[in-house]
């Protein structure tokens, strides 16, 4: 049947630079299609891109520097950019790259907003392996994840097809690979983690005030979904801390004692990272060039209008009690000051 086949097709930009939602099929200019053998593709490494439940299939990119896809803040915004080619595989198809047995995906979960591409850029400059926003749990909080108990198993193995082959294609194996996810992927974090050999994670947060008032002067969202976004950031850190060898991160320790948080990681990675990489990836704005880069006089004036109302909600929820509690357990345990 002609959907149980790998699809390939020449591909085009689609003049999209949006860097906040996650890519979808349409992000790709693509045609016409031609069946394609995994023996065709001749080894080259094809980087998976968008997960399309809709279709049970996953759209790879061909024809992209590994190192810059590597480097860019947004994975998927520079896959969509910089690939020649599509390719359009079923999941039932399994893997398409070679693999490498010793390696598996360490995750980097976070709120966002908190200098979690600050530290990929320090990872990247200390050349260890990694990649920056994939969609890889893009299945795992669909609609159709939620909706469809019977669906759970298949977009659980996608997920992992879409994990072994980013892992072939960009790491080096036995080293550590280090995925930074989306924000929205912290709801993710036992099914992405099931059945993973990499028992390690990476958990980077923010205290709430300085977080919400960056997330809330960018985007235009609602008090609630501050308070409930941070608030399940912090249950994804509480579920890692009892399932995984969790390696925790605050913001504001980062910038104080760059070095020492570092000298850390390095020991917890089993990786140099050295206080001149550390320099120079701090001396460089995290954000350059991108939409995120600063905030807009709008997005600072919606802000002041809900900030009241932010942190109103934050404290009647006793959500600053309930956060506060998970977070002085974890400077415990990392035996860091409560």
């Known amino acids: 049947m002609l959907h149980r086949k790998i699809l390939m097709a020449s591909a085009g930009r689609t003049g999209s630079d949006d860097v906040i939602r996650m890519s979808k099929p349409e992000d790709?200019?693509?045609g016409p299609f031609r069946a394609v053998g995994k023996r065709e593709l001749k080894g080259e490494r094809a980087f998976p891109c968008v997960i399309d439940v809709a279709h049970g299939r996953t759209l790879y990119v061909l024809g992209i520097d590994a190192?810059?896809?590597r480097e860019a803040p947004f994975a998927n915004v520079y896959a969509r950019q910089a690939a020649v080619s599509v390719l359009s595989v079923p999941w039932e198809a399994g893997p398409i790259n070679d693999p490498l047995p010793q390696s598996a995906p360490l995750y980097l979960f976070s709120p966002g907003r908190c200098g979690s591409t600050l530290l990929h850029n320090i990872l990247v400059a200390a050349n260890l392996g990694g990649v920056s926003e994939p969609d890889?749990?893009?299945a795992l909080i669909s609609p159709a994840y939620q909706k469809y108990a019977l669906l759970r198993p298949i977009l659980r193995s996608a997920t992992r097809i879409y994990a072994r082959d980013l892992v072939s294609a960009l790491a080096r194996d036995g080293e550590p690979f280090v995925v930074k996810l989306r924000s929205q992927f912290c709801r993710a974090a036992p099914a992405l983690l099931e059945g993973s050999r990499e028992r390690r994670t990476i958990f980077l947060t923010r205290r709430f005030e300085s977080w919400a008032r960056s997330v809330g002067q960018l985007f235009k969202v609602s008090p609630a979904y501050l308070v409930k976004e941070y608030r399940q950031s912090l249950l994804c850190y509480s579920y890692l801390s009892r399932n995984s060898?969790?390696?925790?991160?605050?913001?504001?320790?980062?910038?104080?004692?760059p070095h020492e948080e570092m000298a850390r990681l390095s020991e917890f990675l089993g990786w140099e990272i050295s206080r001149d990489v550390v320099d120079k990836a701090m001396a460089v704005g995290s954000q350059s060039g991108?939409?995120?880069?600063?905030?807009s006089e709008q997005g600072v004036a919606r802000w002041n209008a809900?900030?009241?109302d932010v942190q109103r909600l934050w404290t009647s929820s006793g959500s600053d009690v309930f956060c506060e509690e998970i977070l002085r357990g974890a400077y415990t345990a990392s035996g860091q000051r409560c």
């Open 306 to 308: 809900m900030k009241d």
């Open 245 to 257: 060898v969790c390696h925790f991160l605050r913001f504001e320790d980062f910038l104080e004692q």
């Open 67 to 69: 190192q810059k896809l």
């Open 28 to 30: 790709f200019a693509a």
């Open 290 to 295: 991108t939409r995120l880069e600063r905030a």
């Open 136 to 138: 890889i749990a893009a």
